[in-house]
T-cell receptor, first 112, second 110 residues
Framework: SQTIHQWPATLVQPVGSPLSLECTVE??????LYWYRQAAGRGLQLLFY??????ISSEVPQNLSASRPQDRQFILSSKKLLLSDSGFYLC???????????FGSGTRLTVV | QQQVKQSPQSLIVQKGGISIINCAYE??????FPWYQQFPGKGPALLIA?????SEKKEGRFTISFNKSAKQFSLHIMDSQPGDSATYFC?????????FGSGTRLSIRP
């Protein structure tokens, strides 16, 4: 069966520090991968998506970046965090065009 | 054009009642409409979904009603239970990209 792993679960980082969040999917190949951010009490904002290794599409211009170094690995990064980067970051993968997304358990990031 | 508008923002329903959440879209190219359920501190989970060639889909106590001409769709939760208390997101999909509504926080009073 397919599973998605996301870590860490919680993270507290100072302003100006770097960020690296990792997401991996098991049990499938060539999945579409997505990074979403959810601010407190708010909806889901699509940040990046990838349809293959090295292919990244950015939805929102900001100080975040994404990379897909391996087929089932998706990484969200920042060189210098801002207070506004705080939020709940969710990784998701798509098994099939009409099957919807499967989300990871999320990373709660607090920038202080 | 890419937005999905969801209402209400919050909803309180008595146990055993019917919960109704509404969504509207503009882009007629959307071809898949999923609903997600999210509990606090967890990632959203797919609840039920519909394609625009179907007017209604029912799974247990959950029903999606879809009105293609009005570009609206809604989620009905019958016999609402305290365990249904969560945030619900409607969504619309085009070319493997899913656009989410703003969410509805549902509380079921015992």
């Amino acid at each position: 069966s397919q599973t998605i792993h996301q870590w860490p679960a919680t993270l507290v980082q100072p302003v100006g520090s770097p960020l690296s969040l990792e997401c991996t999917v098991e049990g499938t190949s060539n999945p579409n991968l997505y990074w979403y951010r959810q601010a407190a009490g708010r909806g889901l904002q699509l940040l990046f998506y990838s349809v293959g290794i090295g292919q990244i599409s950015s939805e929102v211009p900001q100080n975040l970046s994404a990379s897909r170094p391996q087929d089932r690995q998706f990484i969200l990064s920042s060189k210098k965090l801002l207070l506004s980067d705080s939020g709940f970051y969710l990784c998701a993968w798509e098994r099939d065009r009409f099957y919807g997304y499967t989300f990871g358990s999320g990373t709660r990031l607090t920038v202080v | 054009q890419q937005q999905v508008k969801q209402s209400p923002q919050s909803l309180i329903v008595q146990k055993g009642g019917i919960s109704i959440i509404n969504c509207a879209y503009e882009n007629t190219a959307f071809d898949y409409f999923p609903w997600y359920q999210q509990f606090p501190g967890k990632g959203p989970a797919l609840l039920i979904a519909i394609r625009p060639d179907v007017s209604e889909k029912k799974e247990g106590r959950f029903t999606i009603s879809f009105n293609k001409s009005a570009k609206q769709f809604s989620l009905h939760i019958m016999d609402s239970q305290p365990g249904d208390s969560a945030t619900y997101f409607c969504a619309a999909s085009l070319l493997s990209k899913i656009i989410f509504g703003s969410g509805t926080r549902l509380s079921i009073r015992p």
